[in-house]
């Protein structure tokens, strides 16, 4: 038996005549940029995620990057966030030019920790990008506590955590605003590339309707420059579809990681994830710990077993070469790093929960 590590077309299998049907609908109304799909799933992701506006855009860096540049973030400028993340987070801060600032994780929850972040802010710091990652929030009321008390903004990617919820709130609607990704393997995927920014500001939301636009309020009358940042009405038509469907997947994930819990706990080197009390994990990623250096053990019983997994994320981001002028030593952020050497993701949304539990015990 072979596992994936997601199997989105076997996801796909029980709506593909709708998601088909949809295609041909996009296809014959000859309305791909902008316009009526586009418009409806924005208006059905904030009635969703109960936020007063969705802007689709291109992608979840997309997302980040656009959400920068309306803010006027630029060179001087500096954004603090987690080192333990996927890197279009801190990409995006360094394509506007400004600086990411690194702050360490918390070991249990994999997010940044809100008690390490007072003492990085600067004169400069302009916001905080707190990462929601593997699908269950940051620990965000201390988080917004600061941002307010230092008059600084808050961007949570919530790219991985679409459904999530923080105190029954929805992941990527508090404020300022949230940034999702839909691409393919997020909770919510399209068929290609895709992402919206949540916010309940009704001004920076129509900054942002500008900015993805090139910046034009009118076509062809420019007061800032933008880009091309739009969703395409095929990825809109296409999430469409899906996202009434979010929950019934999100329920297969929680399912999934309750069963890895049980069938793991005790399981001798292995440390399953870990739950903040007022969270509501969507297991975008079931990422386990693998202790004292047992990592490719593990590893290999799944290869053995053909079981699929990946590791998010092998090296943190203050330890990339791209960033290595930002000059932080091996050990700046020793839970992160640890983090990167003991990480291991396994099939969550899958019918093989059984199977890959008795490969990690090495029973396969
Ligand atoms: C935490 C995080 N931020 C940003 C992104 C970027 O999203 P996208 O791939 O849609 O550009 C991703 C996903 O890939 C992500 O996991």
Same mark, same amino acid.
């Given at each position: ?41 924005? *208006? ?6 109960? *936020? ?11 997302? /980040? ?15 603090i966030t987690t %080192?333990f993340t +996927? ?7 360094? #394509? ?7 702050v360490d994780i918390d070991?249990?929850?994999?997010n940044i920790d809100p008690?390490l972040i ?5 004169? &400069?710091? &302009?916001?905080i990008i707190p990462v929601?990652l593997?699908?269950?929030?940051a620990d965000?009321?201390?988080i917004?506590? /600061? ?27 508090? %404020? ?7 691409? %393919? ?21 129509? =900054?942002? #309707? ?24 095929? =990825? ?16 297969? #994930? ?9 069938? /793991? ?32 053990? +593990? ?14 994320? @092998?090296?943190?981001?203050?330890? =990339? ?12 952020? @020793?839970?992160?790093? =640890? ?26």
């Amino acid at each position: 038996m072979k596992v994936p590590l997601l199997d989105i077309v076997a996801m796909h299998a029980p709506i593909r005549e709708e998601l088909a049907d949809t295609l041909l609908r996009v296809l014959d109304s000859g309305s791909y940029i902008n316009g009526p799909f586009v418009e409806s799933f924005e *208006s059905e992701l904030a009635r969703a995620c109960g *936020s007063a506006h969705a802007v689709g855009v291109s992608s979840g860096s997309d997302a /980040l990057i656009i959400a920068l540049m309306a803010l006027g973030i630029a060179p001087g400028d500096e954004i603090i966030t987690t %080192p333990f993340t +996927f890197f279009a987070t801190a990409g995006a801060i360094s #394509r506007v030019g400004a600086t990411p600032v690194f702050v360490d994780i918390d070991a249990d929850t994999f997010n940044i920790d809100p008690n390490l972040i007072a003492s990085a802010i600067t004169p &400069k710091t &302009k916001g905080i990008i707190p990462v929601s990652l593997f699908g269950q929030t940051a620990d965000l009321d201390p988080i917004l506590r /600061l941002a307010e008390e230092k008059g600084v903004w808050v961007i949570e990617d919530a790219a991985q955590s679409i459904g999530a919820r923080y105190g029954g709130k929805m992941s990527g609607t508090f %404020p300022l605003a949230g940034t999702y990704s839909f691409f %393919p393997a997020k909770n919510l995927g399209g068929i290609g590339d895709g992402g919206a920014v949540m916010t309940d500001d009704d001004a920076f939301a129509e =900054q942002l #309707r500008i900015m993805r636009n090139h910046g034009g309020r009118d076509r062809y009358f420019y007061d800032r420059v933008g880009g091309n940042f739009r969703l395409d009405a095929l =990825q809109a038509a296409i999430l469409s579809v899906k996202l009434p469907h979010l929950r019934r997947w999100e329920e297969a #994930r929680r399912a999934n990681a309750a069963f890895y819990d049980q069938a /793991l706990s005790g399981l001798a080197g292995v440390v399953t994830p870990r739950v903040m009390p007022n969270a509501y994990h969507v297991y975008n990623q079931y990422v386990l710990r693998i202790k004292d250096g047992r990592r490719s053990e +593990f590893e290999d019983r799944l290869k053995r077993a053909q079981v699929a997994y990946a590791i998010y994320y @092998p090296l943190c981001l203050h330890q =990339q070469g791209c960033f290595a002028y930002l000059g932080y030593p091996e050990g700046a952020f @020793p839970v992160s790093e =640890q983090a990167a050497k003991e990480v291991l993701a396994i099939p969550v949304l899958t019918d093989q929960a059984e199977y890959v539990a008795a490969a990690l015990k090495g029973e396969v």
